[in-house]
């Protein structure tokens, strides 16, 4: 039938037959469906006793025709019944994304048909099979690093290039521009060098930069090889090399050992120091000697094996194992059964890596465990041990921000965190992020297109969809959440100083509120995950028969969360904690002027094992970045905090997009009332801390207070003269108390205010002018004498200026219904010593958090969010899950 024309790519749409298996396989199938290519077969392994190949599980997911195959010929020829299933799905184009079953080149020309392989190889002798041949004419070039791998660079450049290659070479086939050139007989299938040692030997005539090159290019199979004579033996030995680097240090003591035509090694505690023929040293960590792996560093040792009493769970895990070597290794499973000497290659490492990932669950397994125990009996004794509460950290490699500040040296990413990744924005372009404590920049972050969120949501969407995280219990997912609380504290220093110097926030405040808060945040909601619960319904029932009734809460999908500037971590964990305890995932979009915690908190989210796709972070614009998360359709929740304004504009987006669910953390111009009656020192100590807390940018602060004109005047000397005292400097400073505000804009719209008051009649005590050195620093302003008709008096500041009116003594009715004569409704405060008129004050005020006697007082159990214009939804405390669950009522009839 004629192909047809692709609206994706304006290419011809194929029928594609996909043969392979692997993660690695699952993302060709989905890019060359997203390029409009039809897959009208999967040919993938048989099932491993109940688990399927990833392969596999797409293909039932999406419709598509699937054959397990076992073997596709026997004596050399294809198996008819296996080439008649093949001839009857009809394909234009087969796509063999490293497959490691040996097809016979009689199907894959069948008929005359064009076949892409792609085998990540970096060996040039490989390249006929191992490339695609568009590959040869279109080179996409990834930089080495000095101590790269070739798993390393699987892992940075061929896996994601290779999925891109191969939908391209499609694209070239399909629109019949693809290079017509004649497969090599010669080294066309991947061709093991286990059956030629000698291109295995290390040539010691050659500096130390080649012979390290040639080391980690033969660093997964089968390794660089050399002779060696170990103190007390009197022979060489062969033995093979791994895991080499560059050694730029002082030559470190250690035990000499003899090496066949080179200079002697050093056996030293990071491992086995070898040298070039210039002098270059090498160091080598993991050896293979005698078809045993270990630590070069223990070479010289008698290893010791390990003996561990199993249960029966871990019998049966290790059965389970055993299927899976014989899956891949096609023989019997010894005990001393080794992996590598049973014909095992690189890719074979990965698969078995992801397959017992898979089977047990483990958070972190590496192609480095395969390595370092190759026969089975090891293997299994450390996958065991390493389910046992193995604690091998995660990393993630980014384009590092690296600076020195507060005694520390920081690192961060600067970059857009997508699916597990950080990545560049789509267009390149940054924005600068400053230190508002000395107007120096401090970076550029990359800045989010519309494509770079959709990219994002679409990770989100597979993530919940499809992903791991869409298959741990709750249980496990609240284990990972108290990981990740575990590493913010590890790390809270380092968070405390990234959060002062890009948001102004004094260090000592920012280590205890900003930071302390948000892990006391993940460590309560990591607490909720296995208690989220439904309830049974007496439901009338319909005679003759009965009817039962129950509800079950639900995530509710990909949620987008928007968050301010003021507290960047805490505001950040107060809804992500919720989100993710009730098993969403997550978009957020940290304030485009202090983004780099967000950063730092996504690199610690992949050390506490949370799976790829469920955080992502996109920094930028709110009008770009912000947008499109509000108008995405699979996007279908919102949590937002930021002014009413925006606010607004965010609620009507989401109702004309897709009528997503919104909560809503907005302005505020909290009352606190002072009665004559109060602590007067108390309330004069607690009544800055409600204007100053934070220098004043805080969603809850005291916008106006209300003293009774018995005390008003004393209440106004006391607080001048404690003003004055106020510490304000530099946020790192421990002695500081005060610190800049957060940007530039802010500032500017801060001496506005204060002008206008000052332009309307209220009484300026105290400060009100910026002062005179580097920084965003404004003096703690005062405010008397302010009547209800001012700017001042209805407008919110969101920073250090009190503002200070009188009410009549007694006058309780008149000073509440002047508290309430706003349109926010987010916190307010009362002093008082008499119970009835602090009760009468919290019934009848509208506001979503009373604070009596005390002020700024929030925890993570109790709930937190406002009223009329200062939005609706709740962060914090039980109810903040629900913003993030949906009910849903089933009813049986029996």
């Not at 005990?335 to 698969?351: I, K, L, P, Q």
């Not at 857009?416 to 560049?424: A, C, M, P, S």
């Not at 791991?468 to 249980?475: G, L, N, V, Y």
Request: charged share 25%.
């Amino acid at each position: 039938m004629p192909p047809n024309q692709n609206s994706v790519t304006n290419t011809l749409s194929l029928r594609i037959a996909i043969i392979g298996q692997s993660a690695f396989a699952v993302d060709v199938f989905h890019r060359l469906r997203q390029h409009g290519h039809v897959i009208v077969g999967v040919f993938t392994i048989p099932d491993k006793g109940k688990r399927e190949d990833p392969l596999a599980k797409v293909a039932q997911e999406n419709d598509v025709p699937l054959f397990k195959i076992k073997a596709w010929r026997r004596a050399g020829k294809p198996l008819p019944e296996v080439l008649d299933t093949y001839k009857n799905v009809n394909a234009d184009l087969n796509v063999l994304p490293y497959c490691s079953q040996f097809i016979p080149m009689e199907v894959i020309n069948y008929p005359r048909l064009k076949t892409i392989c792609y085998h990540p190889s970096l060996l040039p002798r490989h390249r006929g099979a191992s490339s695609i041949n568009w590959w040869q004419n279109h080179r996409e070039e990834c930089e080495v690093l000095e101590d790269d791998t070739v798993d390393s660079l699987y892992k940075r450049f061929l896996y994601p290039v290779g999925v891109t290659a191969v939908a391209r070479a499609v694209d070239l086939v399909a629109d019949g521009t693809a290079p017509h050139e004649p497969q090599s007989e010669k080294g066309a299938t991947y061709d093991p060098m286990l059956n030629k040692p000698e291109l295995q030997k290390i040539d010691w005539r050659k500096p130390g930069v080649e012979i390290h090159d040639f080391i980690r290019g033969m660093d997964s199979v089968p390794g660089a090889t050399c002779q060696i004579k170990i103190s007390g033996q009197s022979d060489y030995q062969e033995i093979f090399l791994y895991g080499s680097s560059l050694w730029k240090d002082a030559k470190p003591v250690g035990k000499e050992v003899e090496i066949l035509g080179a200079n002697p090694g050093v056996i030293h505690d990071d491992g086995l120091l070898i040298s070039g023929s210039d002098g270059v040293l090498i160091n080598v960590k993991r050896v293979k000697i005698g078809g045993r792996m270990k630590l070069a560093a223990t070479l010289d040792q008698v290893s010791k094996q390990i003996t561990i009493e199993l249960t029966q769970e871990e019998k049966s895990h290790i059965e389970a194992i055993r299927d899976v070597w014989e899956a891949i290794l096609n023989t019997d499973i010894e005990e001393d059964t080794d992996f590598f000497a049973s014909g095992a290659g690189s890719m074979d490492v990965v698969r078995l890596v992801e397959e017992v990932k898979d089977l047990l669950k483990l958070e972190e397994f590496e192609n480095e465990e395969v390595f370092m125990a190759p026969a089975f009996s090891e293997f299994c004794l450390n996958v065991i041990m390493k389910k046992r509460g193995g604690n091998a950290k995660a990393e993630i490699e980014y384009r590092a921000v690296e600076i020195e500040a507060n005694g520390l040296k920081l690192k961060f990413p600067c970059q857009l965190f997508i699916d597990g990744e950080f990545v560049d924005a789509e267009t390149g372009k940054t924005l600068p992020t400053v230190n508002p404590a000395n107007e120096e920049t401090i970076c550029h972050v990359q800045c989010a297109s519309v494509k770079d969120v959709d990219r994002a949501v679409g990770a989100a969407k597979r993530a919940f969809e499809s992903g791991e995280w869409s298959k741990i219990s709750a249980r496990e997912r609240g284990q990972m959440l108290y990981k990740l609380a575990d590493l913010m504290q590890q790390h809270r220093e380092e968070l405390a100083t990234i959060e002062s110097i890009d948001s102004g926030a004094v260090y000592t405040l920012a280590l205890k509120t900003h930071v302390g808060m948000s892990i006391e945040t993940w460590r309560y909601f990591a607490g909720w995950c296995d208690k989220i619960q439904g309830s049974t319904i007496p439901v009338s029932h319909a005679r003759p028969n009965r009817n039962l009734s129950f509800t079950k809460k639900e995530p509710i999908g990909v949620c987008g969360l928007i968050t301010p500037w003021n507290y960047p971590l805490m505001m950040l964990s107060w809804k992500m904690a919720a989100c993710l305890a009730a098993g969403n995932t997550v978009i957020i979009k940290p304030a485009q002027v202090c983004p780099l915690t967000a950063l730092k908190f996504a690199e610690l989210s992949v050390k506490a094992g949370i799976p790829p796709g469920v955080i992502n972070v996109v920094t930028g614009t709110g009008s770009v970045a912000g947008q499109a998360i509000a108008s995405h359709p699979d996007v279908r929740k919102l949590g937002f905090t930021g002014s009413t304004e925006i606010g607004q504009v965010i609620m009507k987006t989401c109702a004309e997009s897709n009528l997503k669910k919104v909560s809503l953390e907005l302005g505020g111009k909290s009352p606190l009332v002072v009665f004559s009656d109060c602590d007067l020192d108390k309330a004069v100590r607690l009544g800055m801390q409600s204007v100053f807390f934070n220098k004043g940018e805080n969603c809850i602060a005291a916008g106006r207070l209300f003293v009774e004109d018995s005390i008003h005047d004393e209440f106004i000397r006391k607080v001048v003269q404690e003003t004055k005292k106020i510490q304000i400097g530099d946020p790192l400073n421990r002695s500081t108390s005060h610190g800049p505000q957060n940007h530039l804009a802010h500032l500017k719209k801060l001496i506005e205010y204060v002008e206008i008051g000052v332009k309307e009649g209220a009484k300026l005590e105290y400060g009100g002018r910026r002062l005179d050195r580097p920084g965003y620093f404004l003096q703690p302003t005062i405010f008397s004498h302010v009547e209800d008709h001012m700017f001042i008096a209805k407008e919110e500041s969101f920073g250090p200026i009190m503002v200070i009116s009188r009410f009549n003594n007694g006058d309780i009715d008149g000073v509440l219904k002047r508290a309430n004569a706003t349109e926010y409704g987010l916190a307010s405060g009362v002093f008082t010593k008499d119970i009835t008129k602090a009760l009468r004050f919290a019934e009848r005020v509208e506001a979503g958090t009373v604070f009596v006697n005390t002020y700024n007082k929030t925890d993570v159990a109790a709930p937190f969010g406002g009223f009329k214009q200062s939005g609706f939804g709740k962060d914090l405390g039980q109810e903040a899950l629900n913003e993030y669950l949906k009910t849903k009522c089933v009813t049986i009839e029996y």
